[in-house]
Nanobody, 122 residues
Framework: QVQLVESGGGLVQAGGSLRLSCAAS????????IGWFRQGPGKEREFVTA????????RYSDPVKGRFTISRDNAKSTTYLQMNSLKPEDSAVYSC???????????????WGQGTQVTVSS
């Protein structure tokens, strides 16, 4: 069983930055790929970014490419999402998820956090 807890969300002005964290309560954290997904108001949950178990491979959705950076510290069982140049359309609940492979589909992930709200004002 893997428990994930997100933190770092909040209110920021357009153009600003936030760093989200996803802390896992599992000793085998290094065995899991971690993905970040988001769900805006009235929208379906969508893939944002993911990182492989060792951190050697990352993937990004087109809307965030060049602005967001995912990283992980396996010694701390934590994944980070650095979000720069934020836009109002980035406003959403951001959730992290753990799975065996670095994938983009919701169904590829087995464990989910509760999410953290990010609101970007114009």
């Amino acid at each position: 069983q893997v428990q994930l807890v997100e933190s770092g969300g909040g209110l920021v002005q357009a153009g600003g930055s936030l760093r989200l964290s996803c802390a896992a309560s599992v000793r085998t954290f290094g065995n899991y790929a971690i993905g970040w997904f988001r769900q805006g108001p009235g929208k379906e949950r969508e893939f944002v970014t993911a990182i492989s178990p060792t951190g050697s491979t990352t993937r990004y959705s087109d809307p965030v490419k060049g602005r967001f950076t995912i990283s992980r510290d396996n010694a701390k069982s934590t994944t980070y999402l650095q979000m720069n140049s934020l836009k109002p359309e980035d406003s959403a609940v951001y959730s992290c998820a753990a799975g065996p492979f670095i994938r983009t589909l919701i169904t590829d992930y087995d464990y989910w956090g509760q999410g953290t709200q990010v609101t970007v004002s114009s």
